[in-house]
């Protein structure tokens, strides 16, 4: 079934989001408001990284750093 | 295949070679997470002369040392306090403190970061999804929220399904099947144990039906082996007018694996984890089905405290059936959780596991929920007993039911058991985990 779903093409949007938050978090420059919100995104984000761009390779372990 | 009935199309269908190039390279990949960022993994791999470019196939993850319950207790209490040093991100990044029930002794503390939080909910909304539970649903959780792991997690996966919530903390037994009944609720989360208990409470002090004057269709029940025991399930279901689906879980590995609607066996949520079943005495790896081991398992995605090649000691098997009519891929243990290691005894020389009693007393419908084992010696000579109630309505079958209890006992357990008939009401009533077994054996040593 995974064959039906465009994979590649969700992974670059997931690997994207990614990247867009944590610009987000730099601009932010240490506004609380942000950078925890920009947190909790970037842990949903991972969630997609688990659900779909694992499949295609694992990522590299991300947050909690 | 109707895909609507997925949390996750891609990886619960994902062909099974797939699958194990997943589980390796994710393997792989939280052995070196914990290789860097963990004191008490590192010293442990080196020890055991592991790192992480070593692991290169399944037989090498054999290779990798377990981790038990009580060398969790060893380091914990100490820096990083209180977690010690296990612990693989700075403390400011832990935003979850939870510990485990002490069933086994000293309780052990986990701490998550919001990233494992986001991952324990993602693990159940795999098993809310596969039990049915969906956006329409009003799911009542009467749980008290505290420092128990139990069903927190669930309650955050209903929200992220789009579920409406409703938290029956605080209420008595009373207050919550009342308000159960109020808002409609449609769906409900809780132990076996206390799943009974509402319906006892319901008909005996409130004077109601569950399964005709509340609304709840289906029923997501855990951390005891009684959703996985025919006679329990049968009893649970047939109170409540609901379909009653099980998965397994704890603290300290997360909520592994889940029953789908076909209701024929768990599936291990092998996408997020490893499951390893070992024979119980010579700790050779289990493949085939039918054959009662020790699960060791590993958690791939969890960060904060990893879990890796846990020695968990509970008692599972896998199941004989290859596929499921859901078209899930991933593979399904039978029974559910069958038993602890440490409670599976001999008694009077026999195998002894007390989860089998719990088929026969449920199956018997003149015996109330509640039972109590006690294995004692008598000098030299192993002594079993069971203590049960014998429901108001029936006290005139007492010897007739004495007499059913004690054969089916015999076959089930190849034990005598002495039988012991309490009032009704008297024996202890549970709303979490229940401890209906007692090996005083134990105690006098």
Known sequence: ?65 | MNAGIYWNPVLETLPREKLAELQLRKFQRIFSWAYKHSKFYRKLYKEAGIEPGDIKTFEDIRRVPKVEKAMMRAIQGKDPYPYGDMLCVPLEEVTEYHQTSGTTGQPVYQPDTWQDWEWLAECWAYILYAHGFRKHDRVFIPFGYNVFIAFWAGHYAAEKIGCEVVPGGVLNTEARILKMREVRATALMATPTYLLRLAEVAQNKLGLDPAKDLYITKIATGAEPGGSIPATKRRIEKLWGAKLYEHCGATEIGAWNYECLAQSGLHVNEAFFLVEIEDLETGELITEPGKMGKMVITAFDRLAQPCIRFDSKDVIQWSPEETCECGRTFRKIQGGILGRADDITKVKGVLFAPTSVEEVVRSIPELGNEYEIIVSRKGEVDDISLRVELLPEFQDRREAVKEELGRQLRVKTNLRFNLEFCEFGTLPRYEVKSKRFKDLRKEAK
């Not at chain 1, 978090?25 to 240490?30: Q, T, V």
């Open chain 1, 1 to 65: 079934m995974s064959e039906e779903y465009p994979l590649e093409q969700m992974a670059q949007l997931i690997s994207a989001i990614r990247r867009a938050a944590s610009e987000l978090k730099e601009l932010g420059g240490g506004i609380p408001a942000v950078g925890r919100n920009v947190e909790r995104i970037l842990a949903s984000v991972r969630m997609l990284e688990l659900n779909i761009s694992d499949v295609l390779n694992v990522t590299e372990v991300s947050g909690g750093e």
